[in-house]
């Protein structure tokens, strides 16, 4: 089985600063990886994913995410926040050859101006 | 465009009825999925459905059931015995293999009145 724990249910940050929203999995086979944002009263948008190759992979819009095999995590930063950032981002694993998602918590980012 | 979309946005539910949200998609995906989602909790499987005509209970189907008689189809319904349904629904849907990531509709808001 696996499973994804967000460590952060809420991160303030000042517009302009960098953010770092963390995630940890746990899972006793391969796993794809995914981050997803969730603005106020709509559904989720994929954001990036981690399939295999290069354990650094980008948005469009300024965020990544690296995988680290060795601490099971899947941390999501930018380097430097917009208002339009706040949202909800959610950390997702799912089963290499699987099917199901499995999705954390959920972190509430607040860019504050 | 391609998308999900499901309807109602808001929806009113009395104590003792059956109501149903509807989700359809034009994506040619295989695979549809509901999710609950409440605050503090992430998204909840309810049910799933890989193909047409055959569909599989979540983590919480329990007050739910569904059909997937179109492969662009997959309404829920929420029973009278579900006995706490106010939530925030999301269907999604995805390409065989999962590796791909899930495409959310807008949401319904289900609440009990």
């Known amino acids: 089985a696996q499973s994804v724990t967000q460590l952060d249910s809420q991160v303030p940050v000042f517009e302009e600063a960098p953010v770092e929203l963390r995630c940890n999995y746990s899972?006793?086979?391969?796993?794809?990886l995914f981050w997803y944002v969730q603005y106020p009263n709509q559904g989720l948008q994929l954001l990036l994913k981690?399939?295999?190759?290069?354990?650094l992979v980008e948005s469009i819009n300024g965020f990544e995410a690296e995988f680290n095999k060795s601490q099971t995590s899947f941390h999501l930063r930018k380097p430097s926040v917009h208002i339009s950032d706040t949202a909800e981002y959610f950390c997702?694993?799912?089963?290499?050859?699987?099917?199901?998602?499995?999705f954390g918590a959920g972190t509430r980012l607040f860019v504050k101006a | 465009d391609g998308g999900i979309t499901q309807s109602p946005k808001y929806l009113f539910r009395k104590e003792g009825q059956n109501v149903t949200l509807s989700c359809e998609q034009n994506?040619?995906?295989?695979?549809m999925y509901w999710y609950r989602q409440d605050p503090g909790q992430g998204l909840r499987l309810i049910y799933y459905?890989?193909?047409?005509?055959?569909?599989q209970k979540g983590d919480i189907a329990e007050g739910y059931s569904v059909s997937r008689e179109k492969k662009e189809s997959f309404p829920l319904t929420v029973t009278s015995a579900q006995k706490n349904p106010t939530a925030f629904y999301l269907c999604?849907?995805?390409?065989?293999?999962?590796?791909?990531?899930?495409?959310f509709g807008s949401g319904t808001r289900l609440t009990v009145v």
């Open positions: 999604a849907s995805s390409r065989q293999g999962d590796n791909y990531g899930y495409t």
């Open positions: 899972s006793s086979v391969s796993v794809y």
């Open positions: 981690y399939l295999s190759g290069s354990t």
């Open positions: 997702a694993v799912t089963p290499t050859g699987g099917f199901k998602t499995i």
């Open positions: 994506l040619n995906h295989d695979a």
């Open positions: 459905s890989q193909i047409v005509n055959d569909f």
